[in-house]
């Protein structure tokens, strides 16, 4: 009886079926791509194959009007809307399409082009495939243009400022370190990804405090091979040559993807330092003129396999290793004056060697069972990844002032950062449109640092630097359950969701041979409760409103623990007191699709935070450094802060091969420090133009501006910049080739400026961000696989 009421209860999807066949000969068409597409913004939902008899299988298909589309090389496109209901039966016949080659049908009914920005839920969604403008790129210039996101010279995330941001691939965190991430997503090519979800929210079924970014690569197609080399350079300089093989069938493709890179970076930097004592009197002055020398060589080998077991069953895996090699080279030049009470001349220069080693490796299976047509299934995950690197340093420093003697240094260090996840997550479709989504995460994390510094006396031995050498080690457990229940009716959305995590850290942390020993042993346990609610209708237009709850701690076990851990001249230290920081989030958004104009989408946004944690400069004395005062950092809860902001997207497209996409963000933050608070209104915007002319050449224009934005008493600098580039295909798109400028009248910088009570810094950190950059690409085999073969980088971490 009850196995007869869940039957009923989940009887709100089912199959839908039918054939194709040739509008001119009657015969039936094998391999046509059959899919069901949302109306207001075709996103794909569900797809089949047609088999050797032109017939096609449409399964777990709720019940709702879809765009029916069917493709195939050389024929026009076909598009119907057809609206699907499962009450009585879970079969639905669309019968039998027609297909004619090269001409328009009647049953045409829209556009082929996805609008560029979209909204799913609590999902916003940038479709990279339908942007010309940066298929050229990487997955860095593609995450560029999604809402909210940004992406600095050196690779680091953030989205509307946040850093914390948590990174998936393919629907499943990417668990990579801050470092190997970084080199992931300089390699991935952007035309290997489908689209770009931003989750400004989240919902209680991820983690993330500060945001997800989910990057969807390209669906796989079915059979044959497909064989691509290719090259990338620029004038920084750098080169990147590149392999991709992939072969595929109607069960099993598997892609391997090789690549290498060779360049070298320079950058310059220079700002200034003043330390103030407790009378508010100058105690240090320092300018700096840095210049620095980075050339580096790596690669990376990947391997991605999907295995479609049965209808019900699939399974990928993936696997990769990448290794790194730098040497870089620091000159600096250091005005330096302390006051205590005279003027003191501690100028210097300073000549660092670096040599450094860095790998890394990951791999992981991700297994479905769909138990039936309903779309109750079963998924589980798992994930592991390792970064290393070790390496020298020599230094040199020599004083300005003869009374002072020069000195020599060497240090060595190295690192392991090991990670993982096991992820079981099952979703349970019932009745009028409930669906409940229930899962467990448990997640794993080990780090390990060690770092010896040495001095050499004037008698040539090497003596032992015993408060610059130390040694950690953390190991933390991070297990979470959740629940969301969703409801649909119409075009509205409800989604409810709670979420309980806890991550728990362990670990120790010392200097070689001081005995001074530090363990550090806590919990952070809490309750992340959601809402989503959403609307869309039949006019292309979307509503939605949405608001979380979360918590969040400092980043680093060090922070925890009262251990110094010292520079030349300065000294970090932990907080035992540090609160855990909850937050608020309220989001409201709307967008439209409007037909032969393009894309409108505005958000706005409210978020409190009661004990913010920030990091706070001062200043004191410390007799491991010596007589003067140095400056100390450590993480402080802020108290309160607030941020309130309002983004726009528009995309005009007035023909095919044309558009304007401008993007545009305006927000208010500020804080409440102990007796001080601060606010300040920022905003940033970026412009992309794409043109197609003569049918073969592309032609594109990007430009952004970000101003400067507040932090705990700091300031970052402003920044801009301007992009110019084309490409063209050659020999039925056999070979393809690229050029860009980058930055083309150098302007973009990066830097900040420090206003606490008893330290002020200003700075500025300037990269060649002016270079001309080309690509190569040649295919060998069926043109259809080109999306899975560039993503061997790309699909690292598995596709369905």
Same mark, same amino acid.
């Given at each position: ?6 039957s009923?209860l ?6 839908v079926?039918?054939s194709?066949?040739?509008g001119?000969s009657?015969?039936?068409m094998p391999?046509v791509n059959?899919a ?6 075709t996103?794909f939902?569900r797809?089949?194959?047609t088999d ?9 298909v709720?019940?709702?009007t879809?765009?029916?589309r ?8 076909l ?6 209901t499962?009450q009585?039966?879970?079969?639905e ?7 004619t080659?090269g ?8 556009s ?12 916003n969604?940038?479709n990279?495939k339908?942007d ?9 210039d ?5 809402p ?5 010279a ?14 998936w691939?393919?629907? %499943?965190?990417?668990?990579m ?5 970084k ?6 090519p ?8 931003v ?6 079924r991820?983690?993330s405090s500060?945001?997800?970014?989910n ?17 990338r ?5 750098s ?6 093989y992939?072969?595929?069938n ?7 993807y ?10 310059a ?11 508010g009197?100058t105690?240090?002055?320092m300018?700096y003129?840095?210049k620095?020398?980075?050339?580096y ?11 479609v ?11 990769g290793?990448?290794p ?5 080279s620091?000159?600096n ?5 302390e006051?205590?009470p005279?003027?003191v001349?501690?100028?210097? %220069?300073?000549t660092?060697?670096?040599h450094?080693?860095?790998h890394g490796a990951y791999g992981?299976?991700w297994?479905?069972h769909r138990?039936?047509?309903t779309?109750r299934?079963?998924s589980?995950?798992?994930s592991g990844n390792y970064w290393?690197?070790?390496g020298?340093?020599?230094d040199t420093?020599d004083?300005?002032?003869?009374t002072?003697?020069?000195?020599k ?6 690192m ?6 096991l992820?079981?997550?099952y979703?349970?479709?019932l009745?009028k ?6 899962g467990g995460e448990f997640g794993?994390?080990y780090?390990?640092n060690?770092d010896?510094?040495?001095s050499l006396?004037p008698?040539?031995?090497w003596?032992?630097?015993?408060y610059?050498?130390y ?8 297990p979470a359950?959740y ?10 959305t409800?989604?409810?969701?709670l979420r309980?995590e ?9 200097h070689?041979?001081l005995g001074?020993?530090m363990d550090?042993?806590?919990?952070f346990?809490?309750l992340?409760?959601s809402i ?5 209708t ?8 949405s608001?979380?709850? %979360?918590?969040?701690?400092?980043s680093?076990?060090s922070?925890?623990v009262?251990?110094r851990?010292?520079d030349?001249?300065s000294f970090s230290?932990g907080n ?5 920081s909850?937050s608020h ?6 967008n439209?699709y409007?037909m ?7 958000k706005?946004?409210?978020r ?13 004395y410390?007799?491991?450094?010596g007589p003067y005062m140095v400056?100390y950092?450590?993480?402080?809860n802020i108290g309160?802060?607030?941020t309130?902001g ?6 005009y497209?007035?023909k095919?091969?044309?558009n304007?996409?401008f993007?545009a963000?305006?927000?208010?933050y500020?804080?409440?420090y ?6 300040r ?7 992309n ?5 003569w049918?073969?050449?592309?032609l594109?224009?990007?430009? @952004?501006?970000?101003?400067p ?6 300031l ?7 992009d110019f580039?084309c490409s063209?295909?050659f020999?039925?798109?056999?070979l @393809?080739l690229y050029?860009n400028?980058?930055d083309?009248?150098?302007w ?10 008893q330290?002020?810094t200003t700075?500025s950190?300037?990269y060649?961000?002016r270079?001309?950059?080309l690509?190569?690409?040649w295919r060998?085999?069926?043109m259809e696989l080109e999306?899975k073969?560039?993503q061997?980088?790309a699909d ?5």
């Open positions: 009886m009850l196995g007869a009421q869940l009923m989940m009887a709100q999807t089912g199959h079926s039918g194709v066949v040739d001119r009657g015969q039936k391999w059959v069901l597409m949302r109306p207001a913004d996103v939902v797809g089949a194959t050797n008899d032109g017939h096609f299988d449409i399964r777990d709720a019940s709702g879809y765009l029916v069917a493709s195939f090389m050389g024929y026009t496109t598009y119907q809307l057809s609206t699907f499962f009585g039966s879970n079969q016949s669309l019968g039998t399409l027609t297909m080659p001409q328009a049908l009647e049953k045409v009914v829209v082929t082009t996805k609008p560029l920005f979209a909204m799913d839920g609590e999902k969604l940038y990279t339908e010309p403008s940066i298929q050229t790129g990487t997955a860095s593609a995450l560029q243009n999604a909210g996101v940004e992406v600095d050196e690779g680091n995330i953030t989205l509307r400022g946040v850093s914390s941001v948590e990174i691939i393919n629907d %499943r965190p990417s668990h370190n801050e470092e190997a991430l080199q992931y997503i300089k390699q991935m952007a035309n290997a990804i489908e689209r770009i979800e989750i400004t929210n989240p919902s209680a991820y983690s500060g945001g997800v970014i990057i969807i690569t390209n669906q796989k197609v079915t059979r044959n091979e497909l064989l691509c080399l290719g090259v350079a620029n004038t920084v300089p080169v990147s040559p590149w392999i991709s992939v072969w595929a109607e069960k099993v493709d598997f892609n391997i090789l690549n290498g890179m060779y360049g070298n970076n320079d950058m930097s220079d700002g200034t330092t003043t330390l103030f004592d407790a009378n009197d105690s240090r002055f300018k003129d840095n620095n020398n980075m050339p060589q790596g690669g990376y080998l990947g391997f991605n396999t999907n295995w077991i049965d209808s019900v069953r699939t399974l990928s895996a993936w696997a290793f990448y790194y090699w730098d040497q870089n620091f000159y030049d250091y005005q330096y004056y006051y205590n005279t003027r001349d501690l100028g210097y %220069r300073d660092t060697l670096n450094g080693f860095s992981g299976a297994y479905e138990y039936d047509t779309g299934k079963l589980i995950t798992f290393a690197n070790s020298y340093s020599d420093r004083y300005y002032s003869p002072l003697t020069d000195f240094r060497h240090m060595t260090g190295s392991w950062n090991a990670s993982g996840e992820g079981v997550n979703t349970l479709p009745k449109g409930f669906e409940l989504e229930l794993f994390g780090t390990s060690d010896k510094f040495d006396l008698s040539g031995q003596d032992p630097m015993p610059r050498s040694a950690s080690q953390g190991l933390d457990l991070e359950l629940v969301t229940a969703q409801k649909r009716w119409g075009g509205f409800t989604k409810l969701g309980f806890d991550e728990i850290d362990n670990g120790w942390i010392e070689h041979t001074d020993k550090f042993d806590k919990s346990p809490g992340v409760p989503h609610l959403s609307y869309q039949k006019t292309f237009e979307s509503y939605s409103i608001y979380t709850r %979360r918590f969040s701690n400092y680093a076990m922070g925890y009262p251990f851990i010292y030349d001249y230290t035992p007191n540090l609160l855990m909850y989030n309220l989001e409201a958004a709307f439209k409007i032969k104009f393009g894309n409108v989408g505005l706005a946004y409210w409190a935070n009661t004990d913010e944690i920030g990091t706070m400069t001062a200043a004191t410390d007799p491991v450094i400056n950092t450590y993480p402080v309160s802060s607030h309130e309002v983004e726009a997207n528009i995309t497209r007035p095919a091969f044309f304007v996409r993007n963000s305006l927000f208010n500020g804080y409440n102990e007796d001080f608070s601060d606010s209104l920022s905003y940033s915007f970026r412009l133009v794409w043109a197609k002319v049918n073969k050449l592309e594109f224009a990007n430009g @952004s501006y970000s101003s934005r507040l932090g705990l008493y700091s970052t600098n402003a920044n801009k910049s301007l580039g063209s295909d020999f039925d798109r056999k @393809s050029i400028v980058r083309i009248f150098g973009s910088e990066w830097g900040s400026n420090t206003t606490a009570p330290y002020q700075g950190n300037r060649k961000s270079f001309v950059g690509g190569v690409t060998i085999g069926k999306s073969a560039r061997g980088g690292a971490m598995g596709s369905r």
